[in-house]
């Protein structure tokens, strides 16, 4: 058994496309590494953003929706996403969020240093310094330097009224152990080079959130390739846990379930990746549209806004 799993994605429901596109890859310097739509409703962006190498641990992906009303995170929840950038970024990142009136405060992730800031629909952000960064990859953008970007996701948080049973999953499925506790919160850890942390917060009350835009839509989990898949969903099949059959998702095959706690959980495989459709020199440039969407192309593009992603060039 590999003993490297973390997060793949994170889903997130947004407003407008371009306010959206402009954080995340202007301000945060994040790339866009996949243009395309939301395949449960063609009329709507799937926006994804990663790390310049556009690694699975990597993505971050936006639902916009421009009449979404505001939601309000509540319990069942991921409610936090930490994203990893080297140590000894901390006075960079601070003026960089000056620069751009990002009101963020300093807090401390478990001993780690980490600015904590809103995305403009309200989804919290932690920017948590820890480790070195990756080499620069040649032929890439870069809008924040090589050695102050974006690696990844550090990890998330998920406020929870139980933790025993979301403790046992995280642990059999994708081999999170526990670290430490501080508070109401405590850590989990696996081996993965990135999105290798997950937090539950234990809920004092069960206060429900609004569904809205700012909002996690749901937590992927890596599975190695399609075979592994295979195997975690026929365990969360055993566990009662009544998982979706395996659905493809052109990029990766996905399987989804609710867990007990309220969270929607997917695991979602690493192959075949966001190249099978684009060069990895050119991902994120182009619409593109899973192969049965192909024929509605022309309808699809009328309905979208036209979005625009930063280049350093
Ligand atoms: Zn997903």
Same mark, same amino acid.
């Given at each position: 058994?590999?003993?490297h799993?973390?997060i793949?994605? !994170?889903t997130?429901?947004?407003?407008?496309?371009? %306010?959206?596109?402009? +954080?995340?890859? @202007?301000?945060?310097?994040?790339?866009?590494?996949?243009?395309?739509?939301?395949?449960?409703?063609p009329?709507?962006?799937?926006?994804?953003?990663? @790390?310049?190498?556009?690694e699975?641990?990597?993505?971050?992906?936006?639902?916009?929706?421009?009449?979404?009303?505001?939601?309000?995170?509540?319990?069942g929840?991921?409610? @936090?996403?930490g994203l990893?950038?080297?140590?000894?970024?901390e006075?960079?990142?601070?003026?960089?969020?000056?620069?751009?009136n !990002?009101?963020?405060? #300093?807090?401390?992730?478990?001993?780690?240093?980490? $600015?904590?800031?809103?995305?403009p629909?309200?989804?919290?952000?932690?920017?948590?310094f820890?480790?070195?960064?990756?080499?620069?990859?040649?032929?890439?953008?870069?809008?924040?330097?090589?050695?102050?970007?974006?690696?990844?996701f550090?990890?998330?948080?998920?406020?929870?009224?139980?933790?025993?049973?979301?403790?046992? $999953?995280?642990?059999e $499925?994708?081999?999170?152990?526990?670290?430490?506790?501080?508070?109401?919160?405590?850590?989990?850890? #696996?081996?993965a080079?990135? =999105?290798? @942390?997950i937090? !539950?917060?234990?809920?004092?009350?069960?206060?429900? *959130?609004?569904?809205g835009?700012?909002?996690?839509?749901h937590?992927?989990?890596?599975?190695?390739?399609?075979?592994?898949?295979?195997?975690?969903?026929?365990?969360?099949?055993?566990?009662?846990?009544?998982? %979706?059959?395996?659905?493809?998702?052109?990029?990766?095959?996905?399987?989804?379930?609710?867990?007990?706690?309220?969270?929607?959980?997917?695991?979602a495989?690493?192959?075949? =990746?966001?190249?099978?459709?684009?060069e +990895?020199?050119?991902? *994120?440039e182009?619409?593109i549209l899973?192969?049965? $969407?192909e024929?509605?192309?022309?309808?699809?593009?009328?309905?979208l806004?036209? !979005?625009?992603?930063?280049?350093a060039?």
């Amino acid at each position: 058994m590999n003993h490297h799993k973390g997060i793949h994605h !994170i889903t997130v429901l947004a407003g407008e496309a371009q %306010t959206n596109v402009e +954080f995340y890859t @202007n301000k945060l310097g994040m790339r866009l590494v996949k243009k395309s739509v939301n395949q449960d409703d063609p009329g709507t962006y799937h926006l994804f953003y990663g @790390n310049q190498a556009a690694e699975p641990g990597s993505s971050l992906t936006f639902f916009p929706w421009p009449m979404a009303q505001k939601g309000k995170a509540g319990v069942g929840e991921v409610v @936090n996403v930490g994203l990893q950038v080297p140590k000894g970024s901390e006075n960079y990142w601070k003026d960089r969020l000056d620069e751009y009136n !990002i009101a963020f405060e #300093t807090v401390e992730v478990f001993g780690r240093e980490a $600015l904590r800031f809103d995305d403009p629909d309200g989804l919290e952000l932690d920017i948590v310094f820890e480790g070195e960064a990756k080499p620069k990859i040649e032929n890439i953008d870069y809008i924040v330097p090589a050695e102050h970007t974006v690696q990844g996701f550090w990890g998330a948080r998920m406020l929870l009224t139980e933790k025993q049973h979301t403790e046992m $999953l995280l642990g059999e $499925l994708f081999d999170f152990e526990k670290v430490t506790e501080e508070g109401n919160q405590t850590l989990y850890q #696996t081996d993965a080079p990135i =999105g290798r @942390n997950i937090i !539950i917060e234990k809920a004092d009350n069960a206060e429900n *959130g609004k569904n809205g835009r700012g909002i996690v839509h749901h937590i992927a989990f890596r599975a190695e390739n399609q075979d592994e898949l295979d195997a975690l969903q026929q365990k969360v099949g055993k566990k009662g846990l009544n998982p %979706t059959q395996i659905i493809d998702r052109h990029w990766f095959k996905s399987v989804y379930y609710r867990i007990p706690a309220g969270v929607l959980f997917e695991m979602a495989s690493d192959d075949p =990746g966001y190249t099978v459709d684009e060069e +990895f020199e050119h991902l *994120g440039e182009k619409l593109i549209l899973p192969p049965w $969407l192909e024929s509605k192309r022309d309808r699809i593009e009328q309905m979208l806004p036209d !979005i625009e992603a930063a280049s350093a060039s």
